[in-house]
């Protein structure tokens, strides 16, 4: 009689173990979650579906692309003082003066190299005139 009130007890021990474990969810699964459009790969969106977020992603601030500007302009080997630069819309404005007409492509082979850079202005660039055309 004994044993068998021990198996009874074991047997609704077990249950209600059993019934537990059914009813709550393991600690280490996390709760499903939805993924934003914004997130989603953009092989999986539609054309035209794009967020505002997703376009804006990752992108530097107009500030940000006037220095980096400037900088590829000084490893060119150009003065960042005679070459005053402006950003908007894709676009990077160049003017000031330079020493030679080459010097015009460099600066803008220079500013296009900058990630952001879509478009690139030089007509406000002059070639200075050289002192020793004499």
Known sequence: ???RLILAAALAVSFGVAANAQTTPP???PPPTHTPPSTMPSSTMNRGEMSNSTMHHGEMSNDAIVNKVKKELM???LSSDDI???FADGTATLSGSVAKHADVK???SAAMKVRGVKKVDTSGLEV???SDNG
């Open 106 to 108: 460099k600066a803008k």
């Open 1 to 3: 009689m004994k044993t």
């Open 75 to 77: 490893s060119h080997g």
């Open 128 to 130: 200075k005139a050289s």
């Open 84 to 86: 005053s630069v402006t």
């Open 27 to 29: 600690p280490s699964s």
